[in-house]
Nanobody, 122 residues
Framework: QVQLVESGGGLVQAGGSLSLSCVAS???????MAWFRQAPGKEREFVAA????????YYADSVKGRFTISRGNSKNILYLAMNSLKPEDTAVYCC????????????????WGQGTQVTVSS
């Protein structure tokens, strides 16, 4: 079992920055991790993913160049640094772990956190 707890969400003005964290506990060895987001009335959307070592990362086109995903040295902490935020980035952001399949598909991940709200005002 893997437990994931996100933190760091909040309200920020457009153009601002926020950093999200996700602490994983349990059997996290060797797992890829990712961030997804879901806005009201919309489907869950891939944001970014990173492999176990942290050597490979992937981004949705909508956040490329603005967001950075990373893992802590202990590998059980996942980060998402978000810069140049836009109102369309407003969503609940969830971290996910244990990938088997396509890195950008929510169906590929077996464990999910509860999510943290990010609101970007215009």
């Amino acid at each position: 079992q893997v437990q994931l707890v996100e933190s760091g969400g909040g309200l920020v003005q457009a153009g601002g920055s926020l950093s999200l964290s996700c602490v994983a506990s349990g059997r996290t060895g060797g797992t890829s991790m990712a961030w997804f987001r879901q806005a009201p009335g919309k489907e869950r959307e891939f944001v970014a993913a990173i492999n176990w070592s942290g050597g490979k990362s992937y981004y949705a086109d909508s956040v490329k160049g603005r967001f950075t995903i990373s893992r802590g040295n202990s590998k059980n902490i996942l980060y998402l640094a978000m810069n140049s935020l836009k109102p369309e980035d407003t969503a609940v952001y969830c971290c996910a772990a244990s990938m088997a399949g396509d890195y950008d598909s929510p169906h590929s991940y077996g464990y999910w956190g509860q999510g943290t709200q990010v609101t970007v005002s215009s």
